[in-house]
């Protein structure tokens, strides 16, 4: 068996590794690129593989950045199977259907204002992402499955998203010993709320590891309730408005998981709370038809706490009048809207009014990648570019980093030194700062044969 990385390889979107095992070749994930226009425009390019030499594609998740270019392998030709968690399956279609809506509409305003992409239309369509969709199959947790003759394939939760599942591919053809391939997916924070703590697969001859934070650890959630509780009292006191941007599946939902859990101690009552984000409202309905996957804590909280998705002051917008009238509120509003990385969706619009404004506070959740507006924003900028207009930034902006849905250092660390014999590991996903700093911990601390994967170059496994 072997495998090579064609995407998330010094960066944190663009998933996609391809596998050779007896005798067929597997596809983990099909992400896609996001970012500066230019990392975005890599979603076009060729494959690196010639698409009909695929037998299966194996899904990690739903989250955009690890499907994304699905509805694109189908409509350039493929026609296999997509294994993935259930969980996975309910989630997928509405991320894919945004994504074609988006492309669609990235397509027009090319075409209105010319230039060299005018003529390309849209990367997908609706109809690709339907005949993606029939393509896809659920494997449960912890159920083998035969991908083909001598190989098989075992999903076990990451605890990133629901449904997100660490990648284990068995190959045993008889001709040599059994050889194990774990791909970690997105790992997931141990006590992460809703979603349970990441599994462990027990053993591998080689690993494929996350790093998005492999160069730093969270704070405690202890503290970071505290930070948060912080940051609602001075905005409150400013008078402005908090927006958070967020994800719709995962941030959103534990975003709102903490607010029904904090209620009180946050001194919620007194805001008016905004999801305003369509596709993170139509999100809450798989959620919630899978309470049978959260952790224990999160369960109980379904059936015990203010439910966290029907706060009394929750109000779901999904309609654009709706969230134009939002636009008018200038103080006591907490507004949850997407995209996360501020590179597209309602939170620009937000934005719009609420950058210019010292009294208003920006909270960010979640990982912002390079090249993204709110990367910008993180990083200071004193002002930035949307609907080609320059807006300065003059609201307050926060990071909760221990919010996240990504495993910190120690938990990366700490997830892999389980793995009996310390296999070699492969580190992908994460900016290079972050697995170089991760690379050093697992060579220093654990003597692990670790790498940088590099794009395009095969490993045996
Ligand atoms: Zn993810």
């Given at each position: 068996m072997r495998f090579c990385s064609l995407g998330a390889v010094g960066e944190v979107t663009g998933s996609c590794h391809l596998v050779e095992a007896g005798g067929h070749r597997f596809l983990l994930d099909c992400g896609m690129h996001q970012g500066s226009?230019?990392?975005?425009?890599r979603n076009r390019d060729a494959f690196g593989f010639d698409v009909n030499t695929i037998d299966a594609v194996v899904l990690s998740h739903a989250h955009i950045d690890h499907s994304g270019r699905l509805p694109l392998l189908v409509r350039r030709g493929f026609r296999g199977p997509v294994w993935t968690h259930p969980a996975t399956e309910g989630l997928i279609g509405i991320m894919l259907e945004d994504a074609a809506n988006l492309a669609a509409m990235d397509a027009e305003r090319a075409r209105r204002f010319g230039g060299p992409q005018a003529t390309l239309g849209p990367l997908y369509d609706e109809g690709d992402v339907r005949r993606t969709l029939r393509l896809v199959r659920g494997v449960e947790y912890g159920t083998p499955r035969q991908l083909a003759p001598g190989v098989t394939l075992t999903l076990h939760d990451a605890g990133h998203i629901l449904g997100s599942a660490i990648v284990e591919i068995t190959e045993d053809t008889g001709q040599a010993a059994p050889r194990t391939?774990?791909?970690?997916?997105?790992l997931g924070m141990k006590d992460a709320p809703i979603v349970r703590s990441p599994e462990h697969p027990g053993r591998a001859d080689r690993v494929i590891l996350e790093s998005t934070y492999g160069d730093r650890n969270h704070r405690s959630r202890a503290n970071t309730e505290l930070e948060?509780?912080?940051i609602l009292e001075q905005a409150w006191?400013?008078?402005?408005?908090?927006?958070i941007p967020a994800f719709a599946v995962g941030r959103t939902q534990e975003v709102l998981y903490a607010f029904a859990r904090n209620f009180d101690r946050w001194n919620l009552g007194r805001w008016r709370i905004y999801l305003d984000s369509p596709m993170a409202i139509r999100v809450l309905e798989v959620y919630e038809k899978n309470v049978d996957l959260f952790d224990p804590e999160a369960a109980k909280a379904?059936?015990?706490?203010?439910?966290?998705?029907r706060l009394p002051n929750l109000h779901l917008t999904t309609d654009v009048a709706q969230s134009q009238?939002?636009?008018?509120?200038?103080?006591?509003a907490i507004i949850i809207a997407g995209s996360g990385m501020c590179n597209g969706g309602r939170i620009r619009h937000h934005l719009r009014h609420h950058l210019?404004?010292?009294q208003s506070h920006l909270v960010f959740v979640g990982y912002q990648a390079r090249d993204t507006l709110g990367r910008r924003i993180v990083d200071g900028a004193d002002s930035v570019r949307m609907f080609g207009e320059s807006f300065p930034v003059r609201l307050q902006?926060?990071?909760v980093g221990g919010l996240s849905a990504h495993a910190d250092q120690s938990g990366l660390v700490e997830w892999y030194a389980r793995f009996p014999g310390h296999p070699a590991v492969s580190l992908v996903h994460g900016e290079h700062s972050a697995r170089e700093a991760l690379a050093t911990v697992l060579r220093t601390r654990h003597g692990a044969p670790a790498e940088l994967a590099r794009l395009g170059e095969w490993q045996d496994v």
């Open positions: 226009r230019e990392d975005e425009g391939l774990v791909f970690s997916g997105d948060f509780l912080e006191e400013s008078g402005g408005n908090v927006l379904w059936r015990e706490w203010p439910h966290p998705f009238h939002i636009n008018g509120i200038r103080s006591g210019g404004r010292p902006v926060h990071t």
